[in-house]
């Protein structure tokens, strides 16, 4: 099929969903960039981690995110993430950078730069783009949005597989995805809702294939005349 368009499809929903593995899969089949907009914050939690930036300090953030040039470039293996020119994709994933990536991501300034810099990647469509706040914030206009979410201790058990977490319990991990639905869902700025137009679609008996079917056909039902 031949497409007479590219589409900006925006992928919400709460933590251990599965919204990376399904944004990542989905942009490969596409053909489309997987714009993640974790691993932008991830950059900058890291060169604030090596230029010795509080975390807590807003401007400073916003003066360093200005002067960074945060790239991602889609592979057959995902996208490789680079750093003013350097490739951080390992070093970005290590535990220090991901807890700095949540404190960064709490400032309206820092999220002022990164939305901005997310719409200016993905204004010529192609893109395939998974957080929290993708289809009311970042692309409130997307052409299709996907609210993707399953139950808290189906999550766990899914992260609990994917990361081989030593000395954790599903039901530990479930209780830590409630604590993080529920700061996510009641934070003042930009907190974790489904968009007015979006599909909720609920993966909790659902497999990793038939979650991508169900997103294929309504980027496909989209692209008919």
Known sequence: MTETRKLI??????????KSTIA?????????VNLESGAMYRALALKAIEWDTSFEDEAALVKLAHES?????????????LLDGRDVSQRIREID???GASRVSVHPQVRAWMVARQQEMGKNGGIVMEGRDIGT????HADVKIFLD?????RGRRRLEQQNVKGASAEALAAELR??????????ISPLVPAADATVLDSTALTEDEVLQRAEDM???KLKP
Request: hydrophobic content about 35%.
């Open 150 to 154: 399953a139950d808290p201790e189906v």
């Open 24 to 32: 990542s899969r989905l942009a490969r089949k596409l053909g489309y």
């Open 69 to 81: 040039r945060i790239e991602l470039e889609p592979t057959l293996g995902g996208n490789r993430v």
């Open 9 to 18: 499809i925006a992928i919400d929903g709460p933590a251990g969903a599965g």
């Open 219 to 221: 980027v496909q039902q």
């Open 97 to 99: 950078v991901t807890e």
């Open 137 to 140: 914030k970042v692309f409130p």
């Open 179 to 188: 604590e993080r639905d529920r700061r996510d869902r009641t934070r003042a």
